[in-house]
């Protein structure tokens, strides 16, 4: 059975399309962060968007999310900081620790830096309240989402392109965009020559705070009053701290190995298991550890980088994690997937007849993939600063950092390469890179200049 038309609300207005008349018909899987952020983007060109999700609704799931601001350039550009606003903290810094002592070896600036440096800021969520504003956002400018709706397939006839549900139930679309996360079946029954994903030895816990506890405990309440991320970093470890909710609850993201199935987000911890293992830490971190009550984990995984992200007809195309899932170490998994909306919805608003699309989608991808790829790649390489093992490697690590912190030039040409690798995001080079893409007008200018799509200027 094939669904009937998407009724997106007519009275909206696209602010960049003339007019609706080269409008597609999107089919989006997965209604996470990238799926959500796509459809806006993609519907505020103009375009019909209908979102098919398998849970049942909006799921609490995972806690904090720090979003840099080459995300929240993106967010702001879809006239959502206000709805943001409302939910978020704006942190100071990120305080590097070393694990048994709590001793700051390290810091990275984020506010008011980021606005500084960048011209946006650097936030802090709820996971649940960022993908909640999305939703709200999407419904809000006429996106249909359809919850418990799991899709089966994706499948390619000719020229038409269906998404087949588990149900048997099929959508027909012009364009179908798979944001169904590390484990996508888009991926699975559309993409060619896709990798397996590889699962880390570690797992996240996730666990929150109550801001009263905290607050009460005179040892920890100034990890509440100074709004910055902490992250001890010790031997095969790591634990993230940050206030989020408006400073309602202390978010813990403590990785280490461990075992939990691979994509299922929220898997019951043993909080018991967790404290036991972290008794030679800072005793402030373990005060905090001691007022948690209940903890979830996830099993680590990423994708290495693929060599396609669309089918060969050229009218499905992945993004988010079901593209290019990455370990958490760098905090820019769901800053990529809002890129990559963004980007996406940029290339597609040039498609004047559906023959255009797989011109324009692989000119998507050759925006995208090396950026991510590159992304990737440094997240690797911050599993590995983080959780190096007390010796002289170590060692080396706080010193290039506190150089880092301090702004000493490095003397060196060895010494100048070891100082950017430390902590790639803190990186004179690569910050800027990061932190200061304007996907859009990247976007739109590589559009105009690639002769690939010289037609679609
Ligand atoms: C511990 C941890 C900390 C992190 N911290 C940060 C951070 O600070 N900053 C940051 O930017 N990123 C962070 N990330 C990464 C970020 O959470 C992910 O990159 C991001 O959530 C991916 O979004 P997504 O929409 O691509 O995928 P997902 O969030 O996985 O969403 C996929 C959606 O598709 C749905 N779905 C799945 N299968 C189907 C199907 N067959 N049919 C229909 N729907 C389906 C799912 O139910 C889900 O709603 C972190 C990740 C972890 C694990």
Redesign the pocket.
Request: proline fraction near 5%.
């Given at each position: 059975m094939v669904l009937t038309a998407i009724s997106n609300s007519e009275s909206f207005s696209t602010g960049t399309r003339k007019s609706m008349e080269n409008s597609l018909n999107i089919v989006i899987?997965?209604?996470?962060?990238?799926?959500l952020g796509a459809a806006i983007a993609l519907r505020k060109k103009g375009h019909l968007v209908t979102v098919?999700?398998?849970?049942p609704q909006l799921q609490e799931v995972?806690a904090?999310?720090?979003?840099p601001p080459n995300?929240t350039r993106i967010l702001k550009s879809w006239g959502l900081e206000e709805k943001f606003l409302a939910n978020i903290v704006l942190p100071k810094n990120t305080l590097l620790r070393r694990y048994a002592t709590g001793e700051v070896v390290g810091r990275v600036d984020a506010n008011p830096e980021s606005e500084q440096k960048y011209g946006y800021p650097y936030w802090f969520i709820h996971?649940a309240d960022f993908q909640k504003i999305l939703y709200d956002a999407a419904t809000e400018f006429g996106i249909e989402v359809i919850f418990e709706?799991?899709?089966e397939r994706v499948r390619e006839d000719g020229s038409r392109t269906k998404v087949v549900l588990k149900n048997g139930e099929e959508l027909e679309a012009d364009l179908v965009v798979g944001?169904?996360?590390?484990?996508s079946?888009t991926r699975a029954t559309a993409i060619q020559n896709s990798i397996d994903v590889v699962e880390s030895s570690h797992c996240?816990f996730?666990a929150t705070v109550p801001a009263e506890l905290m607050k009460a405990d005179p040892a920890i309440a100034h990890f509440m009053t100074d709004p910055s991320s902490n992250v001890w970093m010790g031997p095969d470890s790591h634990i993230v701290g940050y206030p989020i909710r408006k400073g309602e609850m202390y978010n813990l993201?403590i990785c280490r190995r461990g075992k939990a199935s691979v994509g299922k987000w929220n898997e019951p911890a043993d909080i018991n298991e967790v404290r036991e293992h972290y008794t030679g830490w800072e005793p402030n971190l373990r005060q905090v550890l001691s007022n948690v009550t209940s903890c979830q984990k996830?099993k680590?995984a990423y994708l290495p980088p693929l060599d396609q992200w669309i089918s060969d007809n050229g009218r499905v195309v992945i993004i988010?994690?079901?593209a290019h899932?990455m370990l958490?170490y760098m905090?820019?998994?769901?800053?990529m997937?809002i890129e990559d909306g963004a980007a996406l919805a940029e290339c597609v608003a040039r498609v004047t007849d559906l023959t255009d699309l797989p011109t324009l989608l692989r000119a998507f991808q050759d925006f995208r993939k090396p950026r991510v790829d590159i992304v990737t790649e440094a997240v690797l390489s911050n599993a590995d600063t983080f959780h190096r093992a007390d010796g002289p490697e170590q060692e080396q690590r706080d010193k290039r950092m506190k150089q880092q912190m301090e702004g000493t030039a490095p003397k060196t040409t060895e010494e100048k390469s070891q100082q950017a690798k430390v902590i790639r995001y803190a990186d004179k080079d690569f910050q800027p890179w990061l932190y200061g893409y304007d996907t859009i007008k990247e976007v739109s200018n590589g559009l105009l200049r690639e002769a690939v799509v010289a037609n679609f200027k």
């Open positions: 899987c997965g209604a996470g962060i990238a799926g098919v999700e398998a849970a995972g904090g999310i720090q979003v995300s996971r709706a799991p899709v944001a169904d996360g590390i484990r079946k996240a996730r993201v996830w680590l988010g994690d079901a899932a958490p905090a820019q998994g769901a800053a997937g």
